[in-house]
């Protein structure tokens, strides 16, 4: 006899189930026939009496499983309550479509700052790297204030690489403002962004931004909106969209796109109306996922976070965990703060629904639940889509090594490394084949280098070699990741961006031509990413600095054959030493170099790019020999070209699999890979 009673908690279904199987010899094996009786009494009290039966069986025979308890009202616990005076929101949106610029604008006008205080341009963008680039990379919160009510906003990135930021900051928002440019219209990111919402089920706002501009056609970007939440599996409900029509650089907002107000107020008034407020659950223990991590020098780790349930108090004892049976960890909360104007603000108690940080828990990651000591159940932890780009970080073995780098030791990278995992939850690290290297992964060739570009700054010196893509077997076949690339290009110039694309196995999905609000042709690509990697440089060069790549990650497909990414050779150093003038004279005329005269160079470091397919060996280093013959060319002058310094970014792009890129604090070099000459 087999059976399981599962037993009633909280005012739960009841499950009961009882299995009997007969032996009887030369019979089959049946399973019983249930009968069940349930009887309530007017007390709350109930029994449930449930018989077993076997038919058609030589030998009847029978269970009785009888079971009493007590039926339990729903507690205060279980009520929903909706705090109305808070907004939770993200903006979201492709690069450059102006969401850190309104953000700006809705800071000003939301009497954040004194009139007479000097503010700069993009003030989420706090980050130098962001500064000098001028996109967003780490998501930012901020709060503002309007008719009482406290607005959260998350400020996200804008670039495909940067997607793991987007995924984790829509856990503690109830709503999105999706920007859209008024004349490039959706995008491939606004595409993934977008996909992302849904999926959650946020209510999504669209704010067609730039509204101002001269080729602005607001009906063909809301249209192409629209088309877009069908192609995505929209709900009805989704599909019907408020739109609200806005300058982020003006400060102007208005629900026509003729009729603009003097303010930002319609934009405020859309999201106080159509996004929810938060319903939480103020009388349950604690619940709070961590999705965010800052570090003070004083205070240490900040934790940020939405409160999920409960309420998080200064000076409370609490537990932290993932899900998956592990043992919770304790602590206690030591200092609380939540976002109000632009400020970090100290505070003694933070109710459900809003958004806060914490400091005390020094150990404490993105993707654990904060809850009440007595109650440790963990929320579901925060979960992004894989990587498609890998990376070898090694440690720098040139001749230069260690001379202008801090943290240079297998060590000091290792835990570095170590320590970027803790916030970066799109990037994976593992061991190398040798205990000097480790494999970093991460969405795109972009992703991984902001993080070299953070580390060099930060005093590290190594060496990384070629980006690879992150290939998987699927039934016996080997597969790659492929992505949408849209272009934007000059009529002109479609020709060679064709080509290029046709050399590295791309498929073109669209092509629309320009109009007489814009002259650009808007080409639509799916190409593999080994294709992509290394033609940016390639096609600015090709249309005159007038292409506009943008890629977002489609799908893995079958491997599409060999990509040859580059047609040309390395010119490398034949020696080490001092490059001289008259030793560039010559060499110039092979190609274009990478350094200039009196500039260090070792031998087989890359100076510069060949002119043909194959790598070639030259003397920069030579110097003209001393005689006390008067040369008949001594007055003639040395013109020298001036060296193509590549920066971090263009040396990713150039090396292939027999070269590395050096990268110190002060100098991004180029050199052939010691495993190369073996070979």
């Not at 961590?290 to 205070?299: A, G, S």
């Not at 001379?403 to 297998?410: A, D, H, L, P, R």
């Not at 590395?660 to 190369?676: D, H, M, Q």
Request: charged letters at 25%.
């Amino acid at each position: 006899m087999q059976g399981a009673l599962l037993l009633p908690e909280n005012g739960n279904c009841l499950l009961l189930q009882h299995n009997c199987v007969n032996r009887v010899p030369n019979a089959r094996r049946q399973r019983t026939a249930p009968f069940c009786s349930i009887g309530v009494h007017n007390n709350g009290s109930f029994a449930v009496r449930q018989k077993h039966v076997a038919p058609r069986c030589r030998l009847q025979t029978c269970a009785v499983a009888t079971l009493e308890g007590t039926l339990k009202e729903p507690t205060d616990t279980d009520v929903l309550t909706h705090k109305h005076d808070i907004r939770n929101i993200a903006i979201i949106a492709h690069v450059d479509h102006g969401k850190t610029t309104l953000v700006d604008s809705m800071l000003k006008q939301s009497k954040v700052f004194r009139a007479n205080q000097h503010t700069q341009e993009r003030i989420m963008d706090s980050n130098d790297i962001e500064r000098e680039r001028g996109i967003t990379i780490l998501s930012k919160n901020t709060a503002v204030r309007y008719k009482g009510i406290k607005i959260n906003i998350i400020d996200t990135p804008g670039h495909a690489d940067f997607g793991g930021e987007v995924e984790r900051v829509l856990n503690m928002c109830d709503g999105v403002l999706l920007l859209v440019d008024s004349v490039e219209g959706p995008m491939p990111q606004t595409r993934f962004v977008l996909r992302k919402s849904l999926a959650l089920n946020k209510k999504v706002i669209v704010v067609v931004n730039k509204i101002d501009r001269d080729a602005a056609r607001p009906d063909y970007v809301i249209d192409t909106t629209f088309e877009l939440f069908c192609e995505l599996g929209a709900s009805d409900e989704q599909c019907d969209f408020p739109a609200v029509y806005a300058s982020g650089v003006n400060g102007t907002a208005g629900l026509l796109p003729t009729g603009l107000a003097d303010d930002l107020e319609p934009l405020f008034e859309a999201i106080v109306k159509e996004i929810q407020p938060p319903a939480v659950k103020l009388n349950s223990p604690l619940q709070m996922l961590v999705t965010n991590l800052d570090y003070d020098d004083h205070k240490g780790r900040i934790a940020i976070g939405r409160v999920s349930s409960g309420c998080i108090s200064k000076a409370e004892q609490v537990s932290y965990l993932k899900p998956g049976g592990e043992k919770p960890k304790t602590g206690k909360i030591a200092e609380l703060f939540v976002y109000d104007n632009f400020n970090r603000v100290p505070a003694e108690r933070v109710e459900a629904g809003d958004i806060c940080a914490f400091t005390g828990l020094g150990d404490v990651g993105i993707g654990e639940t904060v809850c009440a000591r007595d109650s440790p159940i963990a929320l579901p932890t925060i979960e992004v889509e894989e990587p498609t780009v890998r990376m070898t970080f090694l440690v720098n073995t040139s001749a230069f090594a260690g001379k202008e780098g801090k943290f240079v030791t297998s060590r000091n990278l290792k835990e570095r490394l170590e320590r970027e995992l803790e916030r970066n939850l799109a990037l994976r690290v593992e061991p190398g084949d040798t205990a000097d290297a480790f494999i970093v992964s991460g969405r795109g060739a972009l992703h991984i280098s902001i993080l070299m570009e953070n580390m060099r700054r930060e005093g590290y010196e190594f060496a990384v070699g070629p980006p690879t893509v992150i290939t998987k077997q699927v039934d016996g076949h080997k597969y790659e990741p492929f992505e949408e690339a849209v272009i934007e290009v000059p009529e002109e110039h479609v020709g060679p961006v064709v080509d290029m694309l046709g050399q590295r196995k791309g498929q073109m999905m669209d092509l629309v031509a320009g109009t007489d609000t814009t002259s650009l042709t808007r080409i639509t690509y799916k190409i593999p990413t080994r294709g992509l990697l290394g033609i940016r440089s390639a096609m600015l060069t090709a249309t005159k600095g007038t292409a506009m790549l943008n890629t977002v990650f489609s799908e893995y497909a079958p491997w599409s054959g060999p990509i040859a990414t580059r047609e040309n050779g390395s010119l490398t150093a034949h020696e080490q030493g001092q490059v001289t003038s008259y030793a560039l004279e010559s060499i110039q005329q092979r190609g274009k170099l990478f350094c200039g005269a009196g500039d260090q160079v070792y031998e087989d470091q890359v100076v510069g790019i060949h002119q043909r397919n194959n790598d070639l060996k030259v003397n920069v280093c030579k110097k003209k020999q001393m005689t006390n013959i008067r040369s008949a060319t001594k007055e003639a002058t040395t013109s020298l070209n001036e060296p193509m310094r590549p920066t971090l970014d263009e040396a990713l792009e150039y090396v292939i699999d027999d070269e590395l890129v050096e990268v110190t604090p002060l100098s991004v070099r180029i050199r052939k890979a010691p495993f190369s000459k073996k070979r």
